[in-house]
């Protein structure tokens, strides 16, 4: 896991004064640490019976298509507002400042299928709760919410009590 963590690149002050950006491109673009990050993201749910990995715009698109591969499973997009072609339902949700919008097409999912939903980071938890909100809104079971990194100072956990979520690598600073 230190190997994995020693390639995230950490960005001070990015992109406003007192984030701790993690800039995950230096993961990606490394070939066994990409590949050794979704084997270990994925291969829990080999037997769980899941029918779809949803991606969240725009890096967990990264990390839910290539888990989705690695399942066998298809991959679902939730993106940012006005990129979905077809009829969507949406989300709201509150950010640091202001608030933003999640949209997934309104036939993207089956009453009762089984999905993970896939991000590169859980920083404060607001994305992930619109997007649970979103798929259960929808029908979907939400199995796992699962994350290639967890900064756990912020307390992301909290907004999604109730959920199983997974953190390949927690930061604490
Ligand atoms: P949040 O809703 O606060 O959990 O933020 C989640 C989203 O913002 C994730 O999709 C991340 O890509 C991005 N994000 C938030 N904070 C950071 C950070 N410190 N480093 C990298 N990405 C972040």
Do not use: W
Not at 109 to 116: A, C, E, L, S, T
């Amino acid at each position: 896991m230190r190997a994995l963590k020693n390639r995230i690149r950490n960005i001070p002050d990015f992109p406003r004064k007192g984030i701790q950006f993690k800039d995950i491109t230096t993961l990606l673009s490394d070939p066994a640490s990409f590949q050794r990050a979704i084997d270990l993201m994925a291969h829990r749910h080999f037997a769980n019976g899941i029918d779809a990995v949803i991606g969240v715009e725009a890096r967990g698109f990264i990390m839910g298509a290539a888990m989705a591969y690695k399942l066998g499973t298809g991959v679902i997009l939730v993106r940012k507002p006005g990129k979905l072609p077809y009829k969507t339902v949406a989300a709201t949700y509150s950010l640091e400042y202001g608030k933003d919008r999640l949209e997934i097409h309104e036939d993207a999912i089956r009453k009762g299928m089984r999905v993970i939903v896939a991000d590169d980071v859980l920083a404060t938890g607001g994305t992930m709760e619109a997007v649970v909100g979103l798929l259960t809104r929808l029908g979907a079971e939400v199995v796992e919410c699962c994350f290639l990194a967890e900064l756990t100072a912020l307390k992301g956990r909290d907004k999604l009590k109730g959920q199983k979520i997974f953190s390949l690598l927690k930061y604490t600073d």
